[in-house]
Every structure is written in structure tokens, then in C-alpha cells.
């Protein structure tokens, strides 16, 4: 009867270490660094129409992703 019991507490046990692990790996990206991304363009952002794109597109990238792109 010991000896069943004891089975089911290491089980338990090692259950609860595999859990822990999986857990660690899972939070892992959370902490992730952030990243800048940059947009690769051909002419001057000071022509008409040209700076503006790539604004709009930030804010609404920064809309969209709540603030975490």
C-alpha cells in the first residue's frame, strides 16, 4: 500500500516539474525584446505625398497592434 502510494506522489511530482518547465519556455517570449522596424524607401521624405505613407502607415500599425509592433 506504501509503495502505491509513493508511485503516485512521484508521478505527481514529476508532472509538476514537467508543468513548471513547459511553463518557462511558454513565458520565455513575453520578456522578449522589442524590435524597431524600418521602411525601406527609394526618395526624399520631404517630397509631397512621399513622408507622409509611411507616417500614416506607423500610426495605424501603432493602432492596430496596441502599441506592441
Same mark, same amino acid.
Given at each position: 500500500?506504501?509503495?502505491?502510494?509513493? /508511485?503516485?506522489?512521484? %508521478?505527481?511530482?514529476? @508532472?509538476? #516539474?514537467?508543468? +513548471?518547465?513547459? =511553463?518557462?519556455?511558454?513565458?520565455?517570449?513575453?520578456?522578449?525584446? /522589442?524590435?524597431?522596424? %524600418?521602411?525601406?524607401? @527609394?526618395? #526624399?521624405?520631404? +517630397?509631397?505625398? =512621399?513622408?507622409?505613407?509611411?507616417?500614416?502607415?506607423?500610426?495605424?500599425?501603432?493602432?492596430?497592434?496596441?502599441?506592441?509592433?
Amino acid at each position: 500500500m506504501e509503495n502505491n502510494m509513493e /508511485k503516485k506522489i512521484y %508521478k505527481k511530482l514529476v @508532472a509538476s #516539474a514537467a508543468f +513548471l518547465i513547459l =511553463l518557462s519556455f511558454i513565458a520565455g517570449p513575453v520578456h522578449a525584446k /522589442k524590435v524597431l522596424l %524600418k521602411v525601406p524607401i @527609394a526618395f #526624399a521624405t520631404k +517630397l509631397p505625398g =512621399l513622408g507622409e505613407t509611411i507616417k500614416w502607415l506607423g500610426d495605424r500599425t501603432d493602432t492596430l497592434s496596441g502599441g506592441t509592433v
